[in-house]
């Protein structure tokens, strides 16, 4: 489809003057020195002026660090963009993180383009003071390497120095499926054991991971693999239904059944070991068209749209679990859990800690499903109860082994005691105090989403 589209634009176009593709400054996404992707691509040396220069002119929104050197010595920039007056978001928690790479793969330029234009696309929009960029940029941190393989960028080819496919060396079941020089071990190669450095160093709580490509129009997610769909397939299908449905109709697939089986990637690895939703993104069905003059930021403005909506949406990206109600009697602790995330999470516990931090009670563990509440419900005589302790509740961000664990405090506010028949039960003082038990039962609503009882 988008083939025919091009091949009728270079037709139509080819009788036009160049003249017509001369480059326009207004045009704040184009490619850098080329208004145009006839396969004039960016060199390491040009993409190395240009993140320099966008640090050094925009440092409130620009941070130029290095994930390493390629094994010719090329520095590995990485561009971190976000509102670095705050540390964190404007209401004190943490800023979600999203991680992106470009360029594995030397002579993709249109995968290399849609990391560079993501990087530019945020500085400009931020310097605009567009408010949705601006708002992103506050909660968000993006961390953009732009190319990892400009040893092979350079003298355009897929490989690196090396001879190595960079896209088959990670540590994750390397070199376990039929493929073409995965190299001498896993991360034998400087760039792909820098880029892992830098995943498990700065970004280990991502929420999202694109790692961009192009040769078809497609969207990857794990498995390479297997062909089975991964443990957080609900995530994956809630994305790939809403892109169609808001965004765009790019084909969305497990690795495995969109392409072929393919082993020690970044997506595979970014997933079943760092446990972030990632993506690979093949940008376009050709590597480059010779003589196109579409522009660049018309070539991948759709594509473009979905990155903006996989990053404005990052916060939905795992499980986000919210204790809606905790009501303790002397029996029983029942718990109404609201997942607000599109992430389901398994391996869940809700625990009870005194004055001092000691675990006092731990529940069975249980699941909660993506954008969906639970009521739960635990046999137990709660003796153990401090009237000066709290409830935490313990929970992986996805249902991957790998996905990071949250460790969050319930409010307070949440918890309700039920009085109890016999008098004693529940002695203490403050709010567990006979006098000040609450009377039957009160619940605060938890109105949103499907319920289901479960007796653990
Ligand atoms: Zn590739």
């Given at each position: 489809m988008r083939t025919a589209v091009g091949l009728v634009v270079c037709l139509l176009l080819a009788?036009?003057?160049?003249?017509?593709?001369q480059y326009d400054p207004?045009?704040?996404?184009?490619?850098?020195?080329?208004?145009?992707?006839?396969?004039?691509h960016l060199t390491w040396a040009s993409l190395t002026l240009d993140v320099n220069n966008w640090a050094e002119d925009h440092p409130d929104v620009v941070s130029l660090t290095s994930a390493g050197t390629s094994e010719l010595g090329k520095t590995l920039w990485v561009v971190r963009l976000s509102?670095?007056?705050?540390?964190?978001?404007p209401n004190g928690s943490a800023k979600e993180i999203v991680y992106i790479d470009g360029g594995?793969?030397?002579?993709e330029y249109l995968g290399t383009a849609l990391a560079y234009l993501t990087a530019k696309t945020y500085i400009n929009g931020w310097n605009a003071g567009d408010a949705a960029i601006v708002e992103t940029l506050q909660n968000t941190e993006l961390h953009i390497l732009?190319?990892?393989?400009p040893d092979g960028n350079d003298i355009d080819t897929r490989w690196n120095i090396n001879q190595v496919d960079l896209n088959r060396?990670?540590?994750?079941?390397?070199?376990?499926?039929?493929?073409?020089?995965?190299?001498?071990?896993?991360?034998?190669e400087s760039e792909t054991a820098s880029n892992s450095a830098y995943m498990n160093t700065h970004?280990?709580?991502?929420?999202l991971y694109v790692t961009m490509h192009t040769g078809v129009w497609i969207m990857l997610y794990p498995w390479g693999k297997w062909p089975e769909q991964p443990p957080d397939w609900e995530l994956f299908h809630f994305i790939r239904d809403d892109v169609h449905e808001q965004v765009s109709l790019i084909p969305i697939q497990n690795a495995t059944q969109g392409l072929y089986p393919n082993c020690g990637t970044s997506r595979d690895y970014g997933y079943g070991v760092m446990g972030f939703p990632t993506f690979t993104f093949?940008?376009?069905?050709?590597q480059f068209v010779p003589g196109?003059?579409?522009a660049l930021e018309d070539r991948l403005g759709e594509e473009m749209d979905v990155m903006h909506y996989l990053i404005e949406n990052v916060w939905f990206w795992r499980a986000r679990l919210s204790v809606d109600a905790l009501e303790v009697s002397e029996d029983r602790i029942s718990a109404t859990v609201h997942n607000l995330g599109h992430a389901s999470t398994a391996n869940a516990t809700l625990q009870h800690l005194d004055e001092e931090g000691n675990v006092r009670w731990t529940s069975p563990l249980f699941n909660v499903n993506a954008t969906n509440s639970t009521t739960l419900t635990f046999e137990a005589?709660?003796?153990?109860?401090?009237?000066?302790g709290h409830w935490n509740l313990n929970y992986q961000k996805?249902?991957?082994?790998a996905a990071t664990w949250v460790n969050e405090t319930v409010d307070g506010e949440r918890v309700l005691l039920v009085e109890s028949e016999?008098?004693?039960?529940?002695?203490?003082?403050?709010?567990?105090?006979p006098m000040t038990s609450l009377l039957g039962v009160v619940l605060i609503g938890w109105a949103r989403g499907r319920r289901k009882d479960i007796i653990v």
């Open positions: 009788g036009l003057p160049t003249a017509a593709a207004a045009r704040t996404h184009a490619w850098p020195g080329e208004p145009i992707d006839n396969h004039v509102d670095w007056s705050m540390d964190t978001k594995h793969h030397g002579n732009i190319m990892l393989n060396n990670y540590d994750h079941y390397w070199n376990t499926c039929p493929t073409t020089q995965p190299g001498s071990s896993a991360f034998s970004v280990t709580d991502a929420d093949e940008t376009d069905d050709e196109s003059f579409e005589n709660p003796t153990w109860i401090d009237p000066d996805r249902v991957i082994n016999e008098a004693g039960l529940l002695l203490g003082t403050g709010l567990f105090h």
